[in-house]
């Protein structure tokens, strides 16, 4: 039996998950910057988007960390710390980062889901 939903909000309502679009619109990164969270959950995932390069990453995260083996990323996003010529996101000290080693200034993405 399928249950009929009255509204489109009901229905937001009932499938929502929760969330957070940590970086909006996105966020400019300059090579070697590093993007602090503030987010330190212990597991879910989290999609990264390259906006400049028109490339992104899907990762799990783990018991605080970035599962290495992406569900689906394009090379020149890593979930290793310190990868040159990439955008990397990781685990570091108390909160999740992401780090520009692209070579030039870039806009990022970033959405977790826990």
Request: glycine share 10%; aromatic share 8%.
């Amino acid at each position: 039996m399928v249950k009929e939903v009255n509204s489109l909000e009901t229905a937001i309502e009932k499938a929502e998950a929760p969330s957070i679009d940590i970086s909006g619109a996105g966020v400019e990164l300059a090579d070697t910057e590093v993007y602090e969270t503030g987010l330190d959950f212990a597991g879910g995932l989290v999609h990264v988007y390259n906006v400049t390069g028109n490339v992104g990453g899907l990762f799990r995260l783990e018991s605080q960390a970035v599962d290495t083996s992406a569900i689906s990323a394009d090379a020149s996003i890593t979930a290793t710390q310190g990868t040159p010529a990439s955008v990397n996101v990781y685990f570091d000290v108390d909160q999740y980062k992401i780090e520009n080693l692209s070579g030039g200034t870039i806009t990022v993405k970033s959405f977790f889901l826990a």
